[in-house]
Structure formats: C-alpha cells, structure tokens
C-alpha cells in the first residue's frame, strides 16, 4: 500500500512513526516544504542516522517540497521542490498535517523589518537569536496567550524591555481564571515587563531603513526595535479547497475515524477540530498533544476503520518566569464562551515536597453544578507540579465527579504533614461549595 504523507511537523512526524512501528507493507512518501530536519529538531548526526533508517524502511523522503495540488479522483499529489521541479506522486492513502500558519494584524506597516510571527520551532528559534542580539533593546510582544508568553519568557530571560499587549484585561485568560492570571500579571511586573492590556493595536511605525520603532495602539505608542505578534493562526488549507470539505473556517471536516469527506484521505493537527469533552462539542484545539493523538488513530486506522477518536480536553502546560501552571478542560471564559453552566472550588495551600521543602499551590477544579462531575482544572505553582494536571484530564474523560475526587485514593507517604492530596482537598472544597449552592 502506497502511503503520502503531508508535513513533518507533530503530526506527519508521528504518523510516520507510527506507520513504520505498526506496518511493514508500506511504501512511504513523505513531504515537508521547509526543511525537515529543522521542523522535527534533528541535529545533524541524528539527522544522517534517521535519513539512512527512514530510507531503508521504503521512506522516500521529499525535503523543501510542497505539495501544491492533490488530484483525489485520480489519487495523485503533484509538488514542487526549492528548484522549481515538478513532482507527481500516486496515492492507495494520503495523509494531511498542514498545520496553520500565524497571523499578521492588518494594520498599516506590518510589513517592516522585525516584525516577526511565531509559528513554530524555526521561528523560536529565530526568537532566541534575536534575543541574543545586543541591537534590540525594546521590544513588543502582541498577543497574552501561551506563545506570546512564550516569548515573553525567552527575551525577558534576556533582559530586553518588553512591553506586553493585549486586547483583553488579563494575560493567558482563555486558560486561566483570574485567580491565576493576577498572581502571573505581579510576576511580570516583577520581572521588568511592562504590561499593555486592553489596548488595541492601531498600527506600526517604521524609520527610513524600514524597520520598526514602535507600535501604536488605541491608548499609547511603545518603542519596539522587535516585534514578535502572537495573535493567533488560521488553518494553511486554502490550496485544498474543492477536495476536501471545509468548515467556513478553512477547517478540513473528518469523521471519527479521522477521514475527511474523502474517504482515502485522512486529516490531522491544526487543520483540524477535535471533540471536546467537557464541553460535548467540536473545536479546534491546536496543541501537538493532539495533533499525535490522531495520527495514532490514523494509522490504527488505515486499512479499517476500527477505532473512533477519543475527545480530548485541551489539557496544556506552560510557564511564565517563575510560575509553571497547567489546565485542562473548562474555565470560567471557555465555559461561558460554550454557554455551559459551572461551579468551581480554588485551593491555594502549603504542601510538603518533601521532608524539608515546601510547596506553594493553587489549584482549581470546575464542575457542573447539577451533576457535580468534573469539568476542568488549573494548577500552579513554582515548583513544577503541572503532571498533577493529567490525573484530572482523566477524570474529566472518565466523567468523575467532584465527590470521587474528594474521597479518592492518593498516596500518602510517611514523615510529610499532610494527609490528604490535593485531589482530596479540592475536592472537599468543591463538595462544600456545591451543597451550599
Ligand atoms: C511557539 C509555539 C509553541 C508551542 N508549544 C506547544 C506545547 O508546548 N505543547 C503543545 O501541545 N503544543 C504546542 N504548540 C502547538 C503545536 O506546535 C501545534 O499544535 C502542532 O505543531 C500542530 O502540528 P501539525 O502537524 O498539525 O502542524 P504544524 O506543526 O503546523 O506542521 C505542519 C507542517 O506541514 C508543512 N506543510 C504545510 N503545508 C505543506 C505543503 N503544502 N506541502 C508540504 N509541507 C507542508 C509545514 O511546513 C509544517 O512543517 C506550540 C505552537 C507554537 C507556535
């Protein structure tokens, strides 16, 4: 069976490996328009390795090659390399993981020099040169998420003056709740970062060289000799329209066994919605989590449809500065967003790590009120405690309720203060809170 494979990223990385650890029937074609070893993160000696085993398990792999064009009804993709050669290849199955490209405000001079989107690994990269680089002294980061976060944390790792905006009153508030994003906004503050919340980006300001020097917004002008915009993405599936079925998005539709409205075609990753539990609806949820997860199903997929998708919870983990938090499922903005009902109970306690450290934590759980099952969760602490995180994702999935929580059973080891986790003590809180209601 012949197998195309599109993109190299998360989920063309996974399926491929899957392929070769499930199959040995297969032939492979892999394409990737940027440079594969890049994408993946290979080094040079692994990326010799890997090329010579991937070639002798029939993988032919097509570097710096776009696929410009799939033919379904003659089960052909045609690509184009870096020198402008034309490509053809037939397909038995395609698989797609295109990913999404980020997007740039549509404001007037966004095309000046330094101004920089992040959409994935190279463009990290790219972020940590600059950070390096002793030219840049002011710099903007537009866009409070995990990535603009992300940001933040590298060039304020490197001592740069940044100024964050926001066109929303917190940062980070589609993940979480207030609780959390205050103690973060004092984090930043502590650490030299000037924050711009609520202000709306008007446009940017270039000197005769064409390069940035500032950004202006509805409330102020910030010097910026960089500017990092990390507000957003949309899918990169225009080139697919008329093959495969799209929401009005630009989202490839797939069913649960992840074909889309062709059958011999597959979809994957950030082109994609996932079903999500905690709110009992389709999205799209652009983690690599998920991205690998469906490959997994793609591949066990392949010549049968045997396995329906698992939903997910958008469980995620991140850090700013010293802080290091996770979340999963509903919080108080994604709940009222998907118009579903919620209780919740926080925790912020002093937990022993070990017999001579302590942890500080805050912990929240989200639950339906009426059925008191378990609908999401956030933690945060210095100490990194964001596995904790994956135990609730599981409730979540295996629909717990806030009293199986509160009565579960977690270790307890012998010398440390407490007693109950902080599975039991959220838990108890949540029970308190819910019969008070
Ligand atoms: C800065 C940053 C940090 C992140 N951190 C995390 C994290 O900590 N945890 C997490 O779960 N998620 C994280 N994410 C999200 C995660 O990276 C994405 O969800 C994931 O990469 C999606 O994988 P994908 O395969 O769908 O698409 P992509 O990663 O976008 O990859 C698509 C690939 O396809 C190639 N391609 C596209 N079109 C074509 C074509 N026509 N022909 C050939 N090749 C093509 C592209 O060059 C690209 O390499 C982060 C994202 C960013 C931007």
Known sequence: MKIVVLGASHGGFETVEELLATYDDLEIKWFEKNDLAAVIGWDKETTIHKIKE?????????????????????????????????????????????????????VSGNDLKNIQTLGGREDMDMIREKAQDPTIENVVVVGAGYIGVGAVQILGMAHKNITLIDVSELPLSTYLDSEFTHKIMSEFVDKGVHLAMHNFVQNFVGNDQNEVTSVVTDKAEYPADLVVVAAGSHPNTE???????????????????????????????????????????????????????QASYVVRNLKDDCYSINGVQGTSAWMAFDYKFAATGLNETTAKRLDVAIDSAFIEVDVPRDHTQISHILFKVVFDPKTRAILGAQIMSKDNLNDNINAISIAIQAKLTIDQLAYGDFFFEPGLKSQRSIFNLVGLKAIEKGTSN
Not at 77 to 90: H, L, M, P, T
Not at 250 to 261: A, C, M, N, Q, V
């Open 54 to 106: 991937l070639e002798d398990r029939q993988v032919e792999i097509f570097n710096k090659t776009e696929v410009i064009k799939v033919n379904a009804k003659e089960h052909k993709v045609e690509a184009v390399d870096r020198n402008g050669n034309k490509i053809s290849e037939s397909y038995d199955k395609l698989i797609l993981s295109p990913g999404a490209k980020p997007n740039m405000l549509p």
């Open 239 to 293: 080139w697919l329209n008329g093959v495969v079925d799209m929401t009005e998005r630009g989202l490839i539709k797939t069913d649960k066994y992840l074909h889309t409205s062709n059958p011999d075609i597959f979809a994957i990753g950030d082109v994609t919605e996932v079903f999500y539990n905690p709110g009992q609806n389709d999205m799209n949820i652009s983690l690599a989590s998920n991205a690998r997860l």
